[in-house]
């Protein structure tokens, strides 16, 4: 259907309504068809370049979207596959941790039997000390003791043997002797 086609179905229309029909003015046609080619230029010249834009940028936003959106995909998929490495290693990981566990422990075994024996010894060396301290301590009493029992039978029995002639001779002897050692 072509464009006289149209216009005559139109005009068919129009007078089947029953209403007279007078051909339009050239005022009637040229200033409609004046306003309807303004209204035009106006949209081509401001409203088309406003979408246009609005679509560019519309248009920039989502391809930069999708750049990030891939960007985000190839990093998520390093992650995933870091991760999937990691799993894999993660037995030989904890069979690793647990033998240096287990070698720190001989280790700090080592260490604790050789500081217990060294404390043993240095405990046996100090009661060998003490005890020969205890002895002589002991043996210093007795000495001690016996010294005084012999000093008192000694005093008791130059007490009892001791003459008043002997004790002069006694007293004469002991301060030449401080005379003599001035």
Same mark, same amino acid.
């Given at each position: 259907? #072509? =464009? *006289?086609?149209?216009?005559?179905?139109?005009?068919?229309?129009?007078?089947?309504?029953?209403?007279?029909?007078? %051909?339009?003015?050239?005022?009637? =046609?040229? !200033?409609?068809?004046? #306003?309807?080619?303004?209204?035009?230029? *106006?949209?081509?010249?401001?409203?088309?370049?406003?979408?246009?834009?609005?679509?560019?940028?519309?248009?920039?936003?989502?391809?930069?979207?999708? +750049?990030? %959106?891939?960007?985000?995909?190839?990093? %998520?998929?390093?992650?995933?596959? @870091?991760?999937?490495?990691? *799993?894999?290693?993660? #037995?030989?990981?904890?069979?690793?941790?647990?033998?240096?566990? +287990?070698? &720190?422990?001989?280790? &700090? $075994?080592? $260490?604790?039997?050789?500081?217990?024996?060294?404390?043993?010894?240095?405990?046996?060396?100090?009661?060998?000390?003490?005890?020969?301290?205890?002895?002589?301590?002991? +043996?210093?009493?007795?000495?001690?003791?016996?010294?005084? $029992?012999?000093?008192?039978?000694?005093?008791?029995? =130059?007490? +009892?043997?001791?003459?008043?002639? @002997?004790?002069?001779?006694?007293? @004469?002897? !002991? *301060?030449?002797?401080?005379?003599?050692?001035?």
């Amino acid at each position: 259907m #072509n =464009l *006289l086609e149209l216009f005559r179905l139109a005009e068919a229309w129009a007078a089947t309504s029953g209403a007279e029909h007078h %051909a339009p003015s050239i005022s009637q =046609l040229f !200033f409609p068809l004046i #306003n309807f080619l303004i209204f035009a230029y *106006l949209i081509k010249r401001f409203v088309v370049p406003l979408i246009q834009g609005h679509l560019k940028s519309r248009r920039e936003e989502i391809l930069t979207a999708v +750049r990030e %959106a891939e960007e985000g995909k190839k990093r %998520a998929e390093a992650t995933i596959q @870091d991760y999937q490495e990691r *799993l894999a290693g993660i #037995n030989r990981e904890v069979q690793e941790i647990r033998e240096s566990l +287990r070698a &720190e422990g001989e280790r &700090e $075994k080592t $260490k604790m039997l050789s500081e217990a024996e060294g404390l043993s010894s240095k405990i046996r060396e100090d009661a060998q000390f003490l005890s020969e301290q205890e002895v002589k301590l002991a +043996r210093q009493k007795v000495r001690e003791e016996m010294a005084e $029992k012999a000093q008192a039978t000694a005093t008791e029995l =130059l007490r +009892r043997h001791l003459s008043s002639a @002997d004790q002069g001779r006694l007293v @004469d002897d !002991f *301060l030449e002797g401080i005379g003599q050692g001035r």
